[in-house]
């Protein structure tokens, strides 16, 4: 029995409402997935009993996912969440590989890929969330702790407020606003090691986005030293607010760091996009950031935005979103001003990291049409790296969802590499077939990947419930016009 499905099942279910997602735009083509990676041989022998599992536990919690789908044909976001919290999974994956399998039974399955809030209760009822998350996030319990989105931070030691260079956007927010949103854990260096500056995506925050992935592995190392942003509104809100956190971020960083103020940045899906606009926009933020480590960014978008969203009218025309789900769509005024005068080039040394097979949320994600794809017209140097090229047939290379990016084995020892070295990563100084001949990155555990996995659940039950949905996008600020 095969769970891969081939590159034209996968196209097909990419269905053309969703790859035209605005009716005055040219419809977006997804282009052809190239080589397939040989699934069945990289996931093994767990396949089939994996599978034959996940048949019996889609069957047995049918209701409760079915509740979802009507939920969602009612179009009542409220309805969705309540029966997605209701769902108890009845057995948690065996292995990593195992978690892997099921993931990709999920999320590449054309029966299921169509409905997101389906997959995502089916993705709850076998496990890949671990317990408790959802109904964290849904009562509140989130933006606490080392989520926390109030956090008091000195004043910085040089002037980076209202402006650090005069060529510096203006902030909309006060100073007091972004400094809060700075996470600095117990045991920060403050510059006798290199900080590293997590970015979190749509629907998270830097702690529990990184907390069971990257920023774990790398606590402790002595040639990085972790620091994070909480962003409120779990970067739903307007992406180009998310992006002056950003931009007040990487400088203030920079400023408390007394021996090590140049700094490195990871990010994970829109928390690419926006790093990337803070490094356009402000351009004292190109000064001291040294590395550009983005995981899944979508810098063209995504065509599957619309997918995430209910729709508002019994004709399906309009979706009401959050403003940055709106600014995600691949034909937004958001990514059309990022991309345009060489924001479609990295600013400072750049290695971008993405998965061909198969980023749920981020399509299209293959080759040089990957919304996750970088040039380099200003030679700063840049490295994209899709997975499945360089891992191909091998485990490393095998299903990879959007947030599955994170625990990607050839990704963080890349980013390792960058960290140690000058310049982008560079393929030729590690030893590509042996990462790849792993699921996760060393280091993480069957827990760390379904926390890392869940992060999809959280991501959609914070979009359900985010208050300030919108028709349209935000307009743009009057420095991106
Ligand atoms: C990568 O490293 C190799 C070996 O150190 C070097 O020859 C090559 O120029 C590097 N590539 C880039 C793009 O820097």
Redesign the pocket.
Known sequence: MRILISSLALLSILSPALAAPAPTSAPIAVPKVTAAPPLENAVGAATLEERQLLNSLISGVGSLIGNVQSAVAAQNPTAIVTALVKITPTSRPADIAGCISRESSIWANPTTRTDFYQAVATQVANGLVLDGTLNTALYGGLPVGENSIENNNPKPQTTIYPKKDSTDAPYLLSEDALRKAIYIPSGFTYGAKRPVLFVPGTGSYGGINFGNNIRKLLTGKDYADPVWLNIPGAMLADAQTNSEYIAYAINYISSVSKNNDKIAVVSWSQGGLDTQWALKYWPSTRKVVTDFLPVSPDFKGTVLANALCLSASSMGALNICPPSVIQQEATSQYVNALRANGGDSAYVPTTTFYSGFFDEIVEPQQGTTASAFLNDARGV?V?NIEVQQYCAGQPGGSFYGHAGMLFNPLAYALIVDALTND??S????VDVSSICNAYAAPGLDLDDVIATSGLIPVAGLLLLTYPQKMLTEPPLRSYAV
Not at 426 to 429: A, E, F, G, T, V
């Open positions: 140097g490295l310049g982008p560079n393929l030729s100084r």
